[in-house]
């Protein structure tokens, strides 16, 4: 009776948390992917970011960084943590910052091209200031911007994650064993003099490497070009995590119950 007492009681500490579990990643923490792809804190922040919150609206030019995906988990895409810096630590107000994300399909590389995003499966816009911001660490840091080509070495030390919460009704859904691809822009006002870089990982490369695009007024289609170090030639990828829903961790959780009730009884 001791027994089942307790495990009722922490099955119900386990749903209870469910709302607790939308908070920051941490490193062990759960997955759906191929592998968490973690920051390098000695890394590169590439540009992604635009400008379209000035008096008259219109949209000013930019840039779109993308990179690939496995599934691991079938099931939809509702939480994605992301991490970025900010142009010689020059970070605004989280109020005047939105982002952009989007999942798009996988184009595997042929012979004039590398692989790159195909077509738009899901886009999400988090609002402004809506995501969770936490400071994730320092680091001696380095920035690209692949529109103007201007690297720069040393440039800033900030760390931090982006953490975004999608409703299930507004989710996409995976499929397992799929490559897809994640898009992510940081959307500032015309005012702000800084920019957000998404920031290269330190973890195994993962197929293909990431991309970026320009964005224009003037033009409605242009290529992706692929993403290398500058300095050495090499792969870069972007450092990122989808991890499953609050409802999997706690069936996950539930689970680990069951697991510990059967072994008990078994004695």
Not at 42 to 68: H, L, Q
């Amino acid at each position: 009776m001791k027994l089942r007492t307790t495990l009722a009681v922490l099955a119900v500490t386990l749903v209870a948390a469910a709302p607790a579990a939308r908070a920051d990643w941490n490193t062990g923490d759960a997955h759906k992917m191929h592998w968490p792809q973690l920051p390098d804190p000695n890394g590169w922040d590439i540009e992604a970011t635009s400008r379209e919150f000035d008096d008259v609206g219109d949209d000013v030019d930019g840039t779109i960084v993308g990179d690939d995906w496995q599934c691991s988990q079938t099931g939809f895409v509702t939480d994605i943590h992301i991490w970025g810096s900010w142009k010689d630590d020059l970070k605004p107000d989280v109020q005047d910052v939105e982002f952009v994300l989007s999942i798009m399909s996988n184009v595997p590389a042929g012979t004039s091209e590398p692989s790159h995003p195909g077509d738009y499966l899901w886009d999400y816009e988090s609002g402004l200031g809506g995501f969770v911001e936490v400071f994730w660490g320092t680091g001696d840091q380095g920035w690209i911007s692949p529109l103007t080509q201007e690297v720069i070495e040393h440039d800033h030390t900030g760390i931090w994650q982006y953490n975004f919460f999608i409703p299930e009704a507004e989710a996409f859904e995976q499929q397992e064993g799929t490559i897809y691809w994640l898009t992510v822009e940081a959307l500032v006002p015309t005012t702000f003099d800084g920019a957000f870089g998404w920031k290269t990982s330190i973890s195994q490369h993962f197929e293909d490497d990431a991309a970026w695009i320009e964005i224009r007024d003037d033009v409605d289609i242009l290529p992706w070009q692929e993403l290398r170090d500058p300095l050495t030639g090499e792969s870069l990828d972007m450092a990122f995590v989808i991890t499953p829903e609050p409802a999997t961790l706690v069936l996950l959780g539930l689970g680990a119950v069951g697991l510990v009730a059967r072994r008990r009884s078994k004695k």
